[in-house]
């Protein structure tokens, strides 16, 4: 999971402030009706998706962006170096080494495909960084720009250079993929809808109760219904982003279901239920690996890699 912290979450709270400011200013007003109330709250969802998009390089599908990279990018890199400066940073050993080895050549493939692929310049901005941290935690994590840390915890699991890039391969995906930026519109509009509920049940002259069931079933089923699903979608985005970057980086692509069995077999089977998780289930994530093991072969293929490590 990326390391996002509280200047990071702060942005996204003066953000949302300022998409629903007027929302919330123009509901004092009793000179207005409650159609154009309703009416301002749509305009301004309307207004936040239409014109705050950007475009994912890897499915050509438009995607949310109502916090940019612009702004992004600096926080991370801010965010990344306090990260650094909070921690125990494992240098000069085989490991470390290792994950700066397998960081590197992830990022030359990357690059390499985006510029096969019309997307030249896509990663200017990027600061690559490779880093092991000393932790038992059982994760690995990518910033947007490319800042990523290994946990020393991750390193059993992995077992070799290859399971390692499996992990990075996919954590990397979901920055190039701007899987965090997305999270982050989607959470915003999420909570104009929970404005927009309110205004509902109360120009409806919904009592107060039954007001509170109203906003707690928004509430409940935003989460259930769309924001996990969201995040399920990214993941399972990322597993197969990561696939073929990690194959055109010169790795064998069959290693990342071997990489979730063991995954599965260290979580003990504690997982909750794939529909109350934002990642897909075990099970799951080891059939979709592995019907896309032989794609990503193939696409490692356009690039001259015929054999794997």
């Known amino acids: 999971m990326p390391y996002f912290t509280i200047s990071i979450v702060k942005a996204m709270i003066n953000f949302l402030k300022l998409s629903i400011a007027f929302v919330i200013l123009t509901l004092v007003n009793n000179t207005l009706t409650v159609m154009k109330r309703e009416n301002i709250i ?24 109502l916090v940019p990279n612009s702004q992004i990018l600096p926080m991370a890199f801010q965010e990344y170096d306090a990260f650094l400066s909070d921690n125990n940073v494992v240098t000069g050993t085989a490991e470390a080494n290792m994950v700066k080895s397998v960081g590197q050549k992830i990022a030359t493939a990357s690059e390499r495909w985006l510029n ?7 990663l200017e901005n990027y600061r690559w960084e490779y ?36 992990v990075m391969g996919h954590e990397v995906a979901h ?28 120009a ?53 279901a071997e990489l979730w069995k063991r995954m599965k077999a260290n979580s003990g089977g504690g997982a909750p239920p794939e529909i109350l ?33």
Request: aromatic share 8%.
């Open 42 to 65: 749509l305009y301004t969802a309307t207004f936040l998706m239409l014109f705050s998009c950007a475009q994912n390089p890897f499915t050509g599908k438009k995607t949310l962006a």
């Open 116 to 122: 096969a692929n019309g997307y030249q310049g896509y």
């Open 131 to 166: 880093n092991l941290v000393k932790d038992d935690q059982v994760n690995a994590w990518c910033m947007p720009g490319g800042k990523i840390v290994v946990y020393t915890g991750i390193l059993p699991i992995t077992q070799s250079e290859t399971g390692l890039a499996v």
């Open 175 to 202: 920055a190039l993929a701007n899987h965090g930026q997305q999270r982050m519109s989607a959470s915003q509009l999420q909570q104009v809808g929970a404005v927009a509920t309110a205004v509902g049940t109360q």
């Open 204 to 256: 409806a002259g919904v009592d107060e109760e039954t007001a509170g069931y109203f906003n707690m079933a928004y509430g409940v089923g935003s989460q259930v219904g769309v924001m996990l699903p969201f995040s399920r979608s990214h993941e399972t985005e990322a597993d197969k982003i990561g696939l073929n970057i990690m194959a055109i980086a010169g790795y064998n692509p069959d290693e990342a």
């Open 277 to 309: 998780s934002t990642h897909p289930s075990n099970d799951t994530r080891i059939n979709n690996l592995t019907q896309l093991a032989a794609s990503a072969k193939a696409e490692a293929r356009k690039f001259g890699v015929t054999s794997f490590k």
